[in-house]
């Protein structure tokens, strides 16, 4: 058996996202984190995508060990429990309850034995790992490092994290642990390296708690607060604003609605009963009396503040006199959709308040003077840097060797590399094959599978193209073109072009122009149209073109 430790991300470096993390010895192996990223603009078709599986598909995996809740690190488990046999999952009491949702909407909550952490106990032995769970403090509770140690070394993996002296929860990153790891001697850090090029530290998530503290009580219309959905601390201190101010609270968006319930099971959350209502109920309470907690920061088209924006919700509107706290930044890549729903908003006559004029959103992430404070309690004698592009990387790096850690001793790897810990050191040994699985909503694997699930379907009830030009504020008459499906009949094309035509005038009336939507709806209202006279339902692909 290799004496030498192979630590083998399969996503996370070189990016923001599907952060995985493979930590072998001998023959058996752990993997830290399963996480998924979103797709960009590009990535026509698909819905999340996942780190490649493959390595570990021959491989005895001794357990899942999960760092904390947020998608990308927990959200390609379901995934991975498909393709690979997962025996146990290790996860702290809040990471595990989420967890337990997302496993049980998949059909796999009994598929693996869940297993709960406490970061105050003794060390954990998993075959010939023993690990141990340090708190660390992030923008969702019960986020942890692991301390890995086999007969190669001890390796510090830190999860995400920053020095917060004054979180929510009052549980703050244990610096007396980490210096005592560094006491022991720890061989490698790898260390997330999100905020690495910022200079300084990041500010208390009590500073957001604050701002909601003087911006919500002297509004007098309805309040929106769009957030992530596993960001509990942030819905808690938005809720005991709101309860302050005599508002009711309802929660929208499928995704934080279950975050919220595991976390009010669990006791992470408290309000009395009565504060939270439905959205249906919301016609019966003043907007002054209304605090909504919705998803939708990143812009996502179909998500609840999406659909507020452009008037396309069923039971929220924003008009003159509303406010609404985008309590996140936008991931690379969001920024446009991000900044479309503000346009929307403020036509609405909303309010919106973001990161640029109010301090309504703090990171999650340690700054370079964070890093450079755990790089003097950890005193690594190497340095990996993970969970990041490679410039924050790279900046990383250079925080490392400024510490003191010798430029030979710093890895800056890609998502593949084979890194390997030994007592000679640390280096790049291999490289395997680590790509990506895109995921569409009905079909997971590699971009040729739905290809082919879309040849399928068109050979079986063939494609309908609709096309739908915007110009001058009105639309002009849809042009339809049909492969394998009814070309011939005249009398149902009529009736489709006059259904298109009446569902963008209903929508154009109402103000709502997201391209998006339109085609959403144009597809729905075709697809039942077509079902309801043919029985059959073909691929529909409606293309809105704005002039």
């Known amino acids: 058996m290799s004496d030498a430790l192979r630590v083998i991300p399969l996503g996370g470096l070189g990016e923001v996202g599907k952060n995985m993390t493979v930590y072998e010895f001998g023959d058996e192996c752990i993997v830290v984190d399963a996480g998924m990223a979103f797709p960009r603009d590009e990535h026509l078709g698909v819905d ?247 998803t939708g920061s990143q812009g996502e088209p ?30 690379p890549g969001n920024e446009l959709r991000v900044h479309d729903a503000i346009n929307r908003l403020t036509k609405n006559g909303a309010e919106v308040l973001h990161e640029e004029n109010a301090a309504v959103h703090v990171s999650g992430h340690a700054r370079a003077e964070e890093l450079r404070t755990l790089l003097s309690l950890i005193r690594p004698r190497a340095v990996m ?14 925080l490392a060797q400024d510490a003191g850690v010798p430029a030979g001793s710093i890895v800056i790897a890609e998502n593949g590399d084979v890194v390997e810990l030994s007592r000679d050191g640390v280096r790049i040994v291999d490289r395997i094959e680590a790509g990506v699985t895109f995921v569409d909503g009905l079909g997971v694997g590699d971009i040729s599978d739905v290809a082919l699930r879309d040849r399928r379907h068109m050979s079986e009830d063939g494609v309908l193209i609709v096309v739908t030009t915007l110009a001058n ?29 009446e569902i963008v005038r209903e929508l154009l009336a109402d103000d709502r122009r997201e391209v998006k939507l339109l085609q959403e709806h144009i597809h729905d209202g075709l697809g039942q149209l077509i079902y309801d006279r043919t029985r059959r339902r073909p691929m529909i692909l409606p293309i809105v073109v704005e002039v």
Not at 199 to 220: D, L, W, Y
Not at 302 to 330: C, F, M, Q, W
Request: aromatic share 4%; glycine share 8%.
């Open 48 to 294: 999340v995508i996942l780190p490649d599986f493959g390595y570990l598909r021959d491989k005895h995996i001794r357990a899942v060990v999960l760092t904390h809740a947020h998608e990308d690190h927990v959200g390609a488990l379901p995934f991975l429990m498909r393709e690979v046999r997962v025996n146990e999952i290790w996860a702290t009491r809040l990471t595990l309850g989420l967890v337990k949702s997302k496993l049980d909407e998949h059909g796999l909550l009994r598929a693996a034995e869940l297993r709960e952490v406490d970061p105050s106990a003794g060390p954990l032995p998993l075959g010939p790992f023993r690990l141990e769970f340090i708190r660390m403090a992030h923008s969702i509770p019960d986020s942890v490092g692991i301390s890995i140690e086999t007969g190669a070394g001890l390796v510090f993996h830190t999860g995400d994290w920053k020095l917060d002296h004054t979180p929510v929860d009052g549980l703050r990153t244990d610096v007396g642990r980490l210096a005592e790891l560094g006491n022991r001697g720890v061989d490698l850090l790898c260390g997330d390296s999100t905020n690495a090029e910022r200079p300084g530290f990041t500010r208390s998530e009590r500073v957001v708690g604050e701002a909601f503290r003087q911006i919500i009580p002297a509004r007098r219309g309805r309040v929106l607060v769009s957030s992530f959905a596993s960001n509990i601390h942030r819905m808690q201190q938005a809720i005991d604003v709101g309860i302050d101010c005599g508002r009711k609270v309802v929660v929208v968006g499928r995704s934080m609605r279950r975050n919220m319930n595991v976390a009010r099971n669990l006791g992470y959350v408290e309000m009395p009963e009565d504060i939270l209502v439905k959205p249906g109920d919301l016609d019966e309470i003043p907007p002054h009396q209304q605090l909504v907690l919705c």
């Open 302 to 331: 179909l998500s609840a503040l999406t659909r507020i924006a452009y008037n396309d919700h069923p039971a929220i509107k924003v008009e003159r006199g509303d406010t609404v706290i985008i309590s996140a930044r936008p991931v």
């Open 473 to 501: 504020g009105g639309a002009s008459p849809p042009e339809l073109i049909a492969r394998g499906f009814a070309e011939n009949d005249d009398e149902l094309f009529s009736e489709l072009r006059a259904e298109v035509r």
């Open 385 to 398: 840097p993970i969970h990041g592009e490679y410039r924050m990387q790279a900046a990383h790096a250079r």
